[in-house]
């Protein structure tokens, strides 16, 4: 499928028996979903057009996908092609992965596209990536089952999907893997840390998607420890960490999707657990939301009309596309790992500090889209050079993390690691 081949290889074992076409450096990729994360990506894959030779953006609203192209074209970054699709209709997307003829499907819509987008995709035998795990409209709860049961297909279809390719999960999932590989013989806790200390100066308002956002932070909390899920009450435990380049921030615990996928792949962990930050207002707002019903995802009759609360909040709320621009301050996101190297127990941290307003100037956008959409462009050029070519279904740590990490780099999003780190230091 890919415009230009220079090399093709034949794998022979029974799960990769498929062609790996190496050495090509011209592809053609359909992006679907032109919101914060999506603008975001849009622009990097037009800032790497020596692997992206051909992008079109499509996605439920043209005039989203319009004012993208037109950033675009003012940045001096070339064009591209835009298109609308409903995304929720395999047989949409059937027609228009057809038409488009991509080698890889980049999901940024919603976490409720993931399913109808990767069926698509394996009928019409392409490649698949995506930054967030399949959630059902109904029902606020999210894991990878149903994303991971095509594994047999996509390897018996010669096809690859990338799970979870953002920042977290995603960049974070890559911090465990290249720790395990460089840093440790054996990990046996993991603490994934995002901080995000930008003003967008709005009393309340959500970083990404505010459907999404409030249905995973007023859930209820979840880590994993010796072997089994350890239950919390909604934002019940908050420890204060001490972020480097930022500083004391309160923290709560809360369930995120790559702590699933991680208890899997990384062999011998004895706990796992995932904080992020918020502050005094932001929690204030959500708590005095839940309690008068506005984060009800259940249908209630209003004036004769039949409402769904939190998708009426989202329209109250402001865009968070609209945050880029407003927002000021960086955001750390990282992993506080313990584990044993030769025989002594160590900690390290590994980080990313991004800046708001240079997100803006780069590609209008904030640190969160930013370092979302980001590692979205970096997953895809994985798969189209041929780096993490391999058939069937896998989340990003399955991968070798040393080429990704050498881009991130190269991409915007340097990292850091602070070696033997003491635990008393970042926790006060
Ligand atoms: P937005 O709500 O800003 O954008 C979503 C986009 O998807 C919009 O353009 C929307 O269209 C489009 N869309 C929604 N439904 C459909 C549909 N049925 N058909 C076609 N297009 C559709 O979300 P974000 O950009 O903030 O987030 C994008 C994704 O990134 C989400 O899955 C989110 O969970 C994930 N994410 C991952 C992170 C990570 O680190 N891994 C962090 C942050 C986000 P319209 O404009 O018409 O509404």
């Known amino acids: 499928m890919r415009t230009r081949i220079t090399e093709v290889f034949l794998h022979f074992t029974p799960e990769e028996n498929h062609f790996l076409y190496k050495g090509t450096n011209m592809s053609r990729i359909l992006q679907i979903g032109a919101g914060g994360v999506g603008g975001v990506v849009a622009h990097k894959l037009a800032m790497n057009r020596d692997v992206f030779s051909h992008i079109t953006l499509a996605s439920r609203t043209l005039s989203k996908c319009e004012e993208i192209q037109k950033q675009i074209r003012e940045k001096n970054r070339g064009d591209i092609d835009i298109c609308s699709v409903d995304a929720d209709s395999v047989g949409e997307l059937v027609t228009l992965i057809e038409r488009v003829k991509p080698d890889l499907v980049l999901n940024v819509a919603l976490p409720y596209q993931d399913i109808t987008i990767m069926e698509a995709c394996l009928k019409t035998k392409t490649n698949y990536l995506d930054t967030a795990n399949y959630e059902h409209p109904d029902s606020a709860h999210f894991e990878y089952k149903e994303q991971w049961a095509y594994m047999n297909r996509y390897k018996d279809a010669g096809i690859s999907a990338l799970l979870g390719s953002g920042f977290d999960p995603g960049v974070t999932n890559l911090f465990c893997a290249y720790a395990k590989k460089h840093y440790f013989d054996e990990i046996h806790e993991i603490d994934i840390l995002d901080c995000n200390a930008g003003d967008h100066g709005y009393p309340f308002a959500t970083n990404f998607n505010p459907e999404i ?4 932070v007023s859930a209820k909390g979840r880590y994993w420890e010796n072997g089994e899920w350890v239950e919390t009450e909604p934002l019940e435990i908050k420890q204060v960490w001490d972020y480097p380049e930022i500083g004391k921030k309160d923290s709560y615990l809360l369930y995120h999707e790559e702590l699933e996928s991680l208890i899997k792949n990384i062999e011998g962990l004895k706990r796992i657990r995932f904080f992020m930050t918020f502050g005094e207002s932001y929690i204030t707002h959500m708590r005095s939301l839940e309690n008068v019903g506005m984060l009800g995802i259940d249908e209630v009759e209003h004036n004769g009309c039949k409402i769904i609360p939190l998708q009426f909040l989202k329209t109250l709320l402001p865009d968070p596309a609209s945050l880029a621009g407003r927002t000021k301050g960086k955001t750390n996101i990282g992993v506080f790992i313990t584990g044993i190297k030769d025989g002594i127990k160590k900690s390290i941290y590994i980080y990313n500090v991004c800046d708001h307003e240079s997100c ?11 370092t979302t959409g980001v590692p979205a462009m970096i997953g895809a050029k994985m798969l189209v050079s041929g780096e993490w070519d391999r058939a069937g279904v896998w989340n990003v740590e399955e991968h070798n993390p040393d080429p990704f990490m050498e881009e991130l ?4 999003l340097p990292w850091k690691v602070i070696e033997d780190c003491n635990l008393d230091d970042f926790l006060k």
Request: proline fraction near 0%; charged fraction near 25%; aromatic fraction near 16%.
């Open 360 to 370: 803006f100037d780069e590609v209008y956008s904030q640190a969160i889209s930013y």
């Open 213 to 216: 956002n409030l249905r995973e």
């Open 409 to 412: 780099n190269k991409q915007g």
